[in-house]
């Protein structure tokens, strides 16, 4: 019996510490993962910001940003980079994949993170600031931008601890390194073939955050991956000029089927939708009004060529309105900014061939005399089966009418032309045929 209850307390014993051991176990560290692809913008700035506070929350061991950019608005910029250096947790950034880059504003960000790496192949710098405006800027004006870009990024190397004279060249003179001269010249901490490599490279960096300073532990860490909504996915598309200018097209085309055949709906619908997603993406792309109404008028004069041809000197205006308000409609002289010359041309070219045949063909049809129903009758040849004087009976298609003239007299067998139709009654001519 004592055997039995000593038995039973150490099974209660050893229950008991494995309860406690698992309850007050250390916890295994995680890693928020961001991918920023593509222009720097309101939605993914509005995304890093909230990756960053949800990592804060969750009391993640430190957070990786995957960048690939070619820049971006610097009100953007700023945003991201003012949560990176009040973050609580230690923010890594790592340009990658192999042929990335952090030009512009994303050198800004690089070089506010706790950690720095680049993956082989990719490249940094180009952080030159560009006029988003609406007016041209002077020279003045132009050093006092080069300026105060130049003071904040050397405040955040020196913050950061990295290279204060390559980041005021980067920006003055549009320096631009490789992943291998970036560490060399202490630009960036570390070089990784992938984020495996790079959480494995970080375990047991000291890094000093807004809050303390902390040794990294990331090894065997949980990675938590942070995707875009769908939403933030479809308004970041939008701020692609090209994808704008596209719907722009669209929404012309659209609205101009639909006057072209009211009632058929699906091109009104379309056309309707694709303008306004136009211009909620011209809201966050600096576009030039007077470019936007060249394209409009260009498109005025291919109708108008339609309507009145001028064997082509209304088209040919209409192709340069196109192109020339193409060129002008961005405002940015950012390269990642502007539109493609290989899609304005395309474009001019497509929307000249659709109103040069696909819509003329569709107004001919409707100018097109009918050729069934009562007013299928005008133009026609019949037989006067009575005399007219100046009413009478005529014969055609196959069918009696009660026909009358103008004051002119027909004999009954002669042949005649409808003019006109009133009510049941056909206005009818003598038919003189030509030789």
């Known amino acids: 019996m004592k055997t039995k209850i000593i038995i039973f307390f150490l099974v209660l014993l050893f229950v008991f510490y494995y309860c406690l051991t698992e309850n007050y176990a250390t916890p295994k560290p995680i890693i928020y993962l961001l991918q920023l692809n593509g222009i720097i913008n309101p939605i993914t700035s509005q995304y890093v910001v909230g990756g960053i506070e949800d990592a804060e929350k969750e ?40 042929g990335g880059r952090a030009a512009s504003a994303g050198v800004f960000i690089t070089l506010a993170s706790n950690i720095a790496a680049m993956a082989p192949g990719t490249n940094i710098g180009a952080a030159h600031p560009v006029a988003m405006g609406a007016e041209e800027i ?29 980041a005021e060249k980067a920006v003055r003179e ?59 996915l479809f308004l970041h598309s939008l701020t692609n000029p090209n994808i704008a200018y596209i719907l722009l097209f669209l929404g012309i085309y659209g609205i101009l089927g639909e006057f072209s055949n009211p009632g058929s709906f ?26 936007l109404l060249l394209i409009i008028f260009g498109i005025v004069l291919f109708v108008i060529e339609v309507y009145t041809p001028t064997f082509g000197l209304l088209t040919a205006g209409g192709v340069t309105s196109l192109i020339l308000g193409s060129f002008m409609l961005s405002k940015s002289t950012a390269p990642f900014l502007r539109i493609s010359l290989g899609l304005i041309i395309s474009m001019s070219l497509v929307t000249a061939i659709f109103f040069i045949f696909a819509l003329s063909k569709g107004i001919k049809i409707q100018w097109k005399k009918p050729v069934t129903g009562r007013e299928g009758l005008l133009g026609k040849v019949g037989i006067a089966k009575t005399d007219l004087t100046p009413e009478g009976t005529i014969f055609i298609h196959g069918e009696r009418w009660q026909a009358s003239t103008k004051g002119e007299r027909i004999k009954e067998g002669e042949e005649v032309e409808v003019l006109e139709l009133r009510g049941l009654q056909l206005i009818v001519k003598k038919y003189i045929r030509k030789e």
């Open 59 to 98: 009391e993640a061991e430190c957070l990786i940003l995957q960048l690939d950019t070619p820049g971006g608005l610097d009100t953007s910029m700023r945003d991201i980079i003012k949560k990176m250096l009040n973050s609580t947790i230690p923010i890594i950034v790592y340009v990658s994949p192999p």
């Open 138 to 166: 002077n020279e003045e004006m132009k050093a006092k931008m080069v300026n105060d870009a130049a003071a904040y990024i050397k405040s955040i190397a020196e913050k950061r601890g990295r290279n204060v004279q390559w």
């Open 174 to 232: 549009s320096a631009s390194i490789t992943e291998q001269e970036a560490i060399e010249i202490g630009v960036i901490e570390f070089i990784a073939n992938d984020v495996e490599e790079l959480i494995e490279i970080i375990d047991g960096v000291r890094v000093t955050t807004a809050s303390e300073t902390k040794i990294l532990k990331t090894k065997g860490a949980e990675i938590i991956p942070v995707k875009m909504t769908f939403k933030d």
């Open 266 to 291: 699906f091109p009104g619908i379309v056309g309707g939708i694709s303008l306004i997603l136009a211009f909620v993406a011209f809201q966050s792309i600096p576009i030039n009004y007077g470019g």
